[in-house]
């Protein structure tokens, strides 16, 4: 392997800083995170759909773009030695050659303990109207606060110790000057990482073709799935799209019935309730999120309303077959197991949202959907989406845990007999599911 003489360079800083400093942990940063390849540079703003208007709308007055900033955000989302025992980086689970996730149903961080979470793409990022399936924070700056001291993601003890470690690395001390004209802090941290984010802009999708005036951009089939989308399958509603937000998303939050397929979930909800009257600070909110199982109650931490209970973020549906597998507990393996949940009309729970009811969509019509969804993918991935929709319309044929027949045309579920339970389909514990809804917010 050729040696960088500059990371060697940098490897003996640390050293010495780290000995001066009597620390014990003087691991060099480790050589499996991932490294930044073509798929990690900043993007053309040139593409076909990129909202220009938005775009400028969404950087904020007191976080310019410059290109040194973004270099710098570069270097630090990819460096390990932001994390505790220099072994995960921002890229460690959102990997620009997976579509900035981990591919993974939810992520391990430093000491290899899994969330409960599904990491969610940086792609388009900045265009969320608040960051975390549950939104508890508002801003690219603010989110990256997080994961850097969270215990099981990157197990930095507090910022201090994390301005300290850069601080003793003389590339970043150059950097920062030259950036911010001070030396390494938290805040020029986050600001720094957040325009690199900010350059991870993707539309150019066979979609955004379409709408700008090219029928042959989707198949006859993908032309289909467009028409169910907004029609008999409802998608619109929740996932809308227009010309100057054109995302795939209200920004709003919703109870679909995905953490009501774990047979606790009334059981958490009411354990949060509880929880919620003391915790309380955002630390504490994240470390919740993260790593127990009330995470399953999603905005409900953050507003504290019954009504939020299980809801979560509706996310954007551009490059789906890069960012598998879904929803906010990765639970969900293929794109037909998705439409499966949403033929079904949900998981019932006691909070699921309205516009979540039977669809009755036929299995073509599911297929035609997924095809669909396929032309959300970018020029960049399209390759990549292409071979993993063929390997999850491959399993669709045999596998399908989420089908559910009698329930997609009504025949079972919400209209049949026993309506108000039991809920979750998963699991024995069905006797929590049967308690009184109305009585959760009672204790
Ligand atoms: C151990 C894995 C892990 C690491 C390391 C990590 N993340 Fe994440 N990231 C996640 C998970 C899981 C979520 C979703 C958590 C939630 O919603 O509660 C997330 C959410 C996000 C989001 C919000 C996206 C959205 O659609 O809401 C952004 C942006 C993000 N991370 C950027 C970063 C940055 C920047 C870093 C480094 C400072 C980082 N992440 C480090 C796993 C990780
Ligand atoms: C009532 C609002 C609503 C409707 C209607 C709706 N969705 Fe969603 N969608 C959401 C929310 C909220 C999430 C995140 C839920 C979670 O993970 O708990 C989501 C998540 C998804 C995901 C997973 C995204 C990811 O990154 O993991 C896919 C795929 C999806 N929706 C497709 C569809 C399709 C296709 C339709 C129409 C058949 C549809 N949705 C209808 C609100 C909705």
Redesign the pocket.
Known sequence: MRVNPLVAVLFATVAIAIASDAAPEAAPPDATAPKPGVMAEPKSTHQVGFPAELYKLSIPADNPQTPAKVALGKA??FDPR??VDNT???????DPGKGFT?QQP?????HHKF????????LN?MF?I????????AT?ED??????L?P???GMPNQQAVVKKLSGISEYQDKFQEVFARAPNYGDL?KA??A??RTQIAFDAPFDRFMAGDRNALTPQQQRGWAIFNGQGRCMTCHGWNPTRPLFTDDRFHNIGVSAHNAKFVQHARQALALLKQAGGPEEI?RL??STDI?EVGRFLVTKQPHDIGA??T??LRNLFVTQPYF?DGSQATVWDTLDHYNKGGVQNPFLDGGIVPLGLSEQQEDDLAAFLLSLTSEQFMAQAKKEYQRQFKISRTDRPQRDTEAAIGLKGRNGPGFGGPFGDLGPGQKYMRENPALLGGD
């Not at 939810?106 to 430093?110: A, C, I, L, N, P």
């Not at 969330?115 to 940086?122: D, E, F, L, S």
């Not at 608040?130 to 924070?137: I, K, S, V, Y």
């Open positions: 630090l989302f932001l994390s995960v980086s921002c890229a460690s689970c959102h981990d939810t992520s391990d961080g430093v969330g409960q979470r599904n990491a969610p793409t940086v990022a969320n608040a960051q975390f399936w549950d939104g508890r924070r690219l989110q990256a606060r997080d994961p850097i969270n099981i993601e990157m986050v990482v957040a690199y984010e994240d999120a993260i995470s979560f973020r996310m954007d906010h």
